[in-house]
């Protein structure tokens, strides 16, 4: 009876730590460091994939992770403070790698 216990309080705390175990990896992918530059004369708030990531003053420049590098496609949006999108843009890795992780929110967007 004690080893039955005991193998049931072994097979119950091995199935739930390898739960834990899981779900730490899933959540710890590795992030993407991207810069932002505001060339605008507007304060703006920046998105990517639909995430707000932070506001940013005109003519300033962030740096901030912002999200999982494993995602595949990055849509940047930057909005004014009532919510008009100024910019927006579809990048893939290969994109913002070759632009250093860098995207510059330019005066005019077309």
Not at 43 to 65: A, C, E, Q
Not at 86 to 99: R, S, T
Request: aromatic share 10%; glycine share 4%.
């Amino acid at each position: 009876m004690k080893n039955r216990l005991f193998y049931l309080l072994f097979l119950v705390s091995s199935v739930l730590s390898l739960g834990v175990l899981g779900a730490l990896s899933i959540s710890c992918e590795p992030l993407v460091t991207l810069e932002f530059e505001n060339q605008t004369e507007q304060s703006l708030i920046i998105y990517v994939n639909d995430l707000r990531i932070d506001n940013i003053l005109p003519g300033h420049t962030i740096k901030r992770r912002t999200v999982p590098l494993m995602d595949s496609e990055f849509l940047i949006e930057a909005k004014n403070k009532v919510g008009e999108t100024l910019y927006f843009k579809k990048f893939v890795y290969k994109e913002l790698h070759d632009v250093d992780f860098k995207v510059v929110i330019p005066t005019s967007f077309e």
